[in-house]
């Protein structure tokens, strides 16, 4: 690692604060090792204070204008959370001018839930569920496509996005919510890998965060 950083190095950054735990992955792009360096930080509700100092922790702000590519979870998650890392990834995005992709969290936790499938089925749709309180079912329809093995990227299709599901019956199969900062942010990595290997162009003005319910509760 003492090498990571160098003046002709291009960097991928992943940035993945849905929760109270931010994580972080940062890799080289031209790095023939693919080394990804990754940390996740468990400081609550301290974020909105740690926020910089945590990516400076794993990428040293002098190097982030050699950043070419950002990828951001956007939810669902905790409201501020969610708001501040996408806020700080659209805002170095577009003053670096390059490219942030996105996805949600039900969707980066496919790539490793789905193989609670039966081996049979882990080409079929399935749901990712999340039971919240007073609230009913958070779900989301996914189904895989293929492995790149390039980026070592699990591709798949986000069917239906999470939102509130008003009929549990029409949830099958489904595999229960897990989350899991630790590997999320390398699949989030793996995507912004993707997404650069494919030359896919992202306007950080289209990110962002997904709400499926108010932050302003309505019931008394």
């Known amino acids: 690692m003492q090498n ?9 950054l992943a940035l993945h604060s849905c929760s109270e735990s931010f994580g972080i992955a940062v890799k080289d792009t031209e790095n023939p090792e693919t080394i990804i360096k990754s940390e996740v930080f468990h400081i609550g509700r301290s974020l909105s204070n740690k926020l910089f100092s945590c990516i400076e922790k794993i990428l040293p702000k002098k190097f982030w204008k050699q950043i070419i590519r950002i990828s951001v979870a956007k939810g669902p998650g905790s409201f501020t959370s969610t708001r501040l890392s996408i806020s700080m990834a659209r805002t170095i995005a577009q003053q670096i001018d390059c490219s942030l992709d996105s996805m949600s969290t039900f969707h980066l936790m496919a790539s490793r839930l789905y193989k609670d499938l039966d081996p049979s089925q882990v080409y079929n749709p399935f749901w990712i569920l999340d039971e919240l309180p ?20 699990h591709e798949f299709n986000e069917l239906i996005p999470p939102q509130i599901i008003g009929n549990e019956k029409e949830i099958y199969p489904s595999i229960k919510y897990s989350n899991n ?8 990595i793996h995507f912004s890998q993707y997404c650069q290997n494919s030359k896919v162009t992202s306007y950080w003005g289209k990110t962002l965060p997904i709400y499926p319910t108010s932050p302003i509760d309505s019931k008394k």
Do not use: C, H, M, P
């Not at 990571?4 to 991928?12: A, C, H, I, Q, V």
């Not at 996914?142 to 980026?151: A, E």
């Open 134 to 153: 007073r609230r009913g079912i958070l779900a989301g329809k996914y189904q895989l496509v293929k492995i790149d093995q390039d980026s070592n990227y």
């Open 4 to 12: 990571f950083y160098t003046s002709k190095s291009k960097y991928l």
């Open 181 to 188: 900062i630790e590997q999320d942010i390398i699949s989030l």
